[in-house]
């Protein structure tokens, strides 16, 4: 028992990574159930003077959209707020919030506890002012 090889399953548990892109920064993912599940991060972007960003996502999973011979390749949207902090040259630093709606693919591994997954997540800016904007990126997470 102790020398078989465990069967991993990354559509349950906690997992922490990292994110790369605009912005770019660490990842959280915590399943609610076998469809759904909820998605954080904490970013930093340089752009513009840089700024701090965090998000909280609720996910919905449709799996078997795109078939795969090993593991899992779930397609994903959701919906959740967006708040954090940017410096402004003459305005210095200002709060903003927003919402967010992400779309991607989550890579699940059927034999280790990780995860990558690509996103792109349109953002409606509300404070300071309103305000469009694009995130996306890359990124990977190990689940306990």
Known sequence: VLLSSPVFSQDSGFGVGAILGSPTGVSFKVWAS???AFDAAVTWSFYNNGSINFHFDYLWHKFNLIPVYDGKFPLYIGVGPKFGFATDMELGTQF?????VPVGVDYIFKSAPIDIFVEVAPSLMVLPETVFRL???LGAR???
């Open 34 to 36: 076998k469809t759904s």
């Open 96 to 100: 903003e919030l927003g919402f967010r």
């Open 135 to 137: 995130d996306g990126g």
């Open 142 to 144: 190990y689940f306990f």
